[in-house]
T-cell receptor, first 113, second 111 residues
Framework: DAGVTQSPTHLIKTRGQQVTLRCSPK?????VSWYQQALGQGPQFIFQ???????QRGNFPDRFSGHQFPNYSSELNVNALLLGDSALYLC????????????FGNGTRLTVT | AQSVTQPDIHITVSEGASLELRCNYS??????LFWYVQSPGQGLQLLLK??????LVQGIKGFEAEFKRSQSSFNLRKPSVHWSDAAEYFC?????????FGTGTSLTVIP
C-alpha cells in the first residue's frame, strides 16, 4: 500500500523563479493538503484540495497556487520565489471528511538562493 | 484564535526512563487533537488522535496521551523510552480542514 509520495526530494532555485512540487496521495485518499515547514518550526497550512477545488486556504500570498487532478494527485506552484520561501514543503493526504487524520509524505526541501 | 503551544523546545531523557511531552491548545469548539512524530529528513507520522470519549488514548509505539479539558492540555506520555524514540514531536489541533501545529519538542535519548 503506497503512502504519500512527493517529488522532487530536493530543489534549488534562484530568487524570482517559479517552482512546481508534486504529490501523489495515499491509496484511497481523496483530499490533499499542503504545508510549509520552516527550519525549527511546525508545519504551516497553505491550502487543501478536494474534488479538484481549493477547499480552504491558509495565510499565504497568491504567489502560492495549486491544482488537484482527477486521480487526486496534486501540484503546488510558487511564483516569484523569495529567500523566505526556503523550507520543507509537506504534502498530506486524507479522507474527505473533516478532522480526518493527515498522512504525510517525506516532503520536498526547497532552497532559494 | 486557535493555537497550540509546546512549552518544551528540547527534552533529554535516559533510555528506559519515562517521558511526558506537554501540549496546550486554544480552540473554542470541541478539539480534535493529534500527536505526530518526525524523524530527521522525514515527514510526520501519526502517533495518536483524540476525537471524543475516553480521555486517555493509546497510540502506536507504546505512546499514550491524556486529554484534560479543564487545563486545555493533551500531554503525550511513554512509560519507558527507547533510543529509537529520539525525534521531533508535534502536537496539533484540527479545526475541520486545517491543522494547527505547535513548534515541536525535540527529544534526545541518552544511553
Amino acid at each position: 500500500d503506497a503512502g504519500v509520495t512527493q517529488s522532487p526530494t530536493h530543489l534549488i532555485k534562484t530568487r524570482g523563479q517559479q517552482v512546481t512540487l508534486r504529490c501523489s496521495p495515499k491509496s484511497g485518499h481523496d483530499t490533499v493538503s499542503w504545508y510549509q515547514q520552516a527550519l525549527g518550526q511546525g508545519p504551516q497550512f497553505i491550502f487543501q484540495y478536494y474534488e479538484e477545488e481549493e477547499r480552504q486556504r491558509g495565510n499565504f500570498p497568491d504567489r502560492f497556487s495549486g491544482h488537484q487532478f482527477p486521480n487526486y494527485s496534486s501540484e503546488l506552484n510558487v511564483n516569484a520565489l523569495l529567500l523566505g520561501d526556503s523550507a520543507l514543503y509537506l504534502c498530506a493526504s486524507s479522507l474527505g471528511r473533516i478532522n480526518s487524520p493527515l498522512h504525510f509524505g517525506n516532503g520536498t526541501r526547497l532552497t532559494v538562493t | 484564535a486557535q493555537s497550540v503551544t509546546q512549552p518544551d523546545i528540547h527534552i533529554t531523557v535516559s533510555e528506559g526512563a519515562s517521558l511526558e511531552l506537554r501540549c496546550n491548545y486554544s480552540y473554542g469548539a470541541t478539539p480534535y487533537l493529534f500527536w505526530y512524530v518526525q524523524s530527521p529528513g522525514q515527514g510526520l507520522q501519526l502517533l495518536l488522535k483524540y476525537f471524543s470519549g475516553d480521555t486517555l488514548v493509546q497510540g502506536i509505539k507504546g505512546f499514550e496521551a491524556e486529554f484534560k479539558r479543564s487545563q486545555s492540555s493533551f500531554n503525550l506520555r511513554k512509560p519507558s523510552v527507547h533510543w529509537s524514540d529520539a525525534a521531533e514531536y508535534f502536537c496539533a489541533v484540527s479545526t475541520g480542514n486545517q491543522f494547527y501545529f505547535g513548534t515541536g519538542t525535540s527529544l534526545t535519548v541518552i544511553p
